[in-house]
């Protein structure tokens, strides 16, 4: 399989079902088709070549998820750029992946005009919704296409060692690095959505991508386009269009990051809407609380589940089922409530110490990956590839632990641990304990100097509207639930707290405001 096969199995079911909708237009499984075989006929006129580097710099569009499958027809290497990023950040990593072909969406064509004078390796630039830009509109190069030539762009093995995608990473500790994501690497992503995310009932199949298609919302697509799925888009995450959404177009499955999910609680406790039709909301990209998961099931019923991956390894590491999620609620292995899953199939998960030696089980150390998902390296960074890689292991950079049965605990990130007085305090777990608080929406805890501690634990945090709670308040709770050395020596109150371009709380930027006077980020 290819990834191209996922949505030809879904054109194959029902070609007249709606592919993908958005807010103006849609199209349907076959007339995506005779797109992507067009524009991938096109771009081989023009002097496309098997795996060039084509990004898609768009908001989330239905033009842009059709370009996005013309890569995948004509065997070339997904870029995906983030449109909320900023414009500096996006031209450094169009260079730096050696970016061959730009399909853009009007609304960024002030930001793709700063860019192009730096892509040194272009062969062209098009406008994917508009004929009124300084460059050429799409359909200008859409062409009568021969199957016979496109479908010999694979072997009889799917060319599992081709480039998929160049997918960048998070970039939260220097500017972000390119992992070589294979086709075999993809393929197996699918196939555990396919089996954890879809499962059985495969019918009707309706999933709301909110998130940015350029991240894990639009990566997962060809998963529900197998079996003939709708995907709709909304331009940007709005809790109450959400719910909305979910309600009138009978949403089935969902994905967000927690700061989301914790929104969408929010407003779902006020606004009554229908959400009966949802089977599952997969929540991912970072820790959940235990008590939001709760809340979740009690407003939306045992469809609540959770992943756990990172690009080097997409999505799938582990997989926490809404019937996992619902029994723990019910008593049954509560604690697994804090954990992200059972590890998966293809997956071998060791918890290592410094020296490489595993861990038992129950006791913590990094999270540590083989596997079918493991992607191959960094790009053109041997570097980075051969520290990840340590002791034949891809080393995630997550402390955690495994239990007896197989699930798997994240504790923290290594480089989010705070060391307070010589101890090591884990800033996820405080998070944990602060959002157990019906009044608090969310919160970031992290480490700031310190003159006597070298750092002290700082929360920063976010009342739910109406709610008052005061930090000594809050400051006796966490003591008597976690303990003087993790409790907060001081809290804030925010009004929002700033978050990446894919919906995660940014701490960088909170430790900068705290840090920016020190030359390192320990003290």
Known sequence: MRPIDYFDRGVNKDPNGVFVKGTERSYKFSEAKDLTFKIAQGLSKKGFEKGDSVAVYAPNDPAAVVCIFSIFRASGIWIPVNTRNDVSSNAQYLTYVSTKWLFFHSSVINEVKEIVPKLTEIKGIFCLDSSDTDFPYLEEIFSDYDEEFLSDQSDPFSSPEEIFSLWPTGGTTGPSKAVEMLNRNICAMYELGLRHYIG?????????????????????????????????????????????????????????????????????????????????????????????????????????????????????????????????????????????????????????????????????????????????????????????????????????????????????????????????????????????????????????????????????????????????????AIKEALGSVKTPKSIEFWESLPKTAVGKVDKKLIRERFWKKKSRNVN
């Not at 099931?297 to 469809?303: A, E, M």
């Not at 053109?380 to 049965?405: C, Q, S």
């Not at 006597?452 to 009342?463: C, L, N, S, Y």
């Open 200 to 476: 059985a009932d495969t019918d009707d199949i309706v999933y709301l991508a909110v998130a940015p298609i350029t991240h894990a919302a639009g990566v997962i697509i060809p998963i529900f386009t197998a079996v003939a799925g709708t995907t709709l888009l909304l331009p940007s995450f709005d809790p109450e269009e959400v719910l909305q959404t979910i309600e009138s177009k009978k949403v089935t499955h969902i994905f967000l990051p927690p700061t989301a999910f914790y929104a969408l609680l929010d407003v779902a406790s006020n606004l009554k809407t229908d959400t009966s039709s949802l089977r599952q909301i997969l929540l991912g990209a970072s820790p959940v609380s235990p008590d939001k998961m709760k809340q979740g099931v009690d407003t939306f019923g045992p469809v609540i589940c959770q992943c756990y991956g990172q690009v080097e390894v997409p999505m799938l590491i582990s997989w926490l089922s809404p019937e996992h999620v619902s029994d723990a609620c019910q008593g049954n292995h509560p604690e697994r409530l804090k954990s992200c899953g059972r590890v998966t199939s293809p997956t071998l998960v060791s918890i290592l110490d410094k020296e490489g030696n595993t861990m038992p089980t129950g006791q913590e150390g990094e999270i540590c990956c083989r596997g079918s998902l493991v992607t191959r390296a960094y790009y053109r960074n041997e570097e980075a590839t051969k520290e990840a890689r340590r002791f034949g292991w891809h080393h995630t950079g997550d402390i955690g632990y495994l239990d007896r049965d197989g699930f798997l605990y994240i504790v923290d990130r290594i480089k989010d641990m705070i060391i307070t007085g010589g101890f090591n305090v884990y800033a996820t777990e405080i998070e944990k304990s602060i959002l157990a608080h019906e009044e608090i929406l969310e919160c970031a805890v992290i480490g700031v100097p310190d003159a006597k501690w070298g750092e002290a634990v700082k929360a920063i945090a976010v009342r739910h509207s109406g709610k008052i709670i005061t930090e000594e308040k809050l400051i006796v």
